[in-house]
């Protein structure tokens, strides 16, 4: 989230990576920039940090300039249920140890921009990446907790894992569904612990008492959070092992 979530990455990153023995790190970089879609040079600064790929969600074309990014990079991904034509593809791959992982965003319809079928897109991704890799990593960027359970339970048994981003809020629901598939509903928001939800306080409490507000900018004071699952999985199967959540408060 904006500047402080890139500013948390840098210290928290490395060390988690470490720590855990972390072989590729996937982030939601959508409010990387200013709190709203991505620039080059903030995707560029998330890579310099230790994350390997990219996802994202309803705020991916919000900077018109990164349109062209899109198209060119195989390390950022938009959610696969945009319409055909649009810049960008929801879907990619990556490799580590001699391991190939695809990686697979996705965006929900409920309270959300009107796309197509985030089900019907899923099943059709899943196949294509089901081809090349048995380890597939899902970002489900929703609004509604029930879209994403109900998207957990309909490709559990086909992907690795499933986390879900878009509110900001980490659920304590992480868990290894009856199929074999890592699940937690939020991961969580990297930024500022103050304001709401990454945004400073005042202008948000306006809009909700008042209908009107000025546009909404980043919390810059105060501490900041980091929000991560670390999933160990069965290179051979594909099934995962393991899910652990980390909520991080308190980072300078």
Do not use: W
Request: net charge negative; glycine share 12%; charged share 20%.
């Amino acid at each position: 989230m904006g500047s402080p979530g890139r500013e948390t990455l840098k210290r928290c990153v490395p060390l988690v990576r470490d720590q855990y023995h972390v072989d590729i790190c996937i982030a939601n970089g959508e409010n990387a920039a200013g709190g709203f879609g991505l620039t080059a040079q903030t995707a560029d600064e998330m890579f310099g940090t230790g994350i390997d790929f990219i996802t994202s969600g309803n705020h991916i074309f919000d900077k018109r300039d990164f349109r062209p990014y899109l198209d060119a990079s195989d390390r950022v991904i938009r959610p696969v249920n945009y319409p055909p034509g649009v810049p960008g593809r929801g879907i990619g791959y990556i490799s580590a140890n001699g391991t190939t992982v695809g990686v697979l965003n996705v965006m929900g319809r409920t309270f959300m921009p009107p796309i197509d079928d985030p089900f019907r897109a899923a099943e059709a991704a899943v196949q294509e990446l089901t081809d090349r890799t048995k380890i597939i990593v899902v970002d489900v960027h929703a609004e509604a907790t029930s879209e994403k359970v109900a998207m957990g339970r309909y490709l559990d048994g086909r992907v690795s894992a499933i986390y879900g981003t878009h509110t900001h809020v980490q659920t304590a629901d992480e868990q290894i569904l009856p199929g074999g598939t890592a699940y937690v509903t939020d991961v969580g928001m990297t930024g500022p612990t103050d304001g709401v939800i990454g945004m400073e306080t005042g202008p948000v409490l306006d809009r909700f008492t008042t209908g009107f507000s000025e546009r909404f900018s980043v919390q810059k004071a105060g501490t900041k959070q980091f929000c991560a699952a670390i999933v160990t999985i069965d290179v051979e199967t594909g099934r995962a092992k393991e899910i652990k959540r980390i909520f991080q408060r308190g980072v300078p």
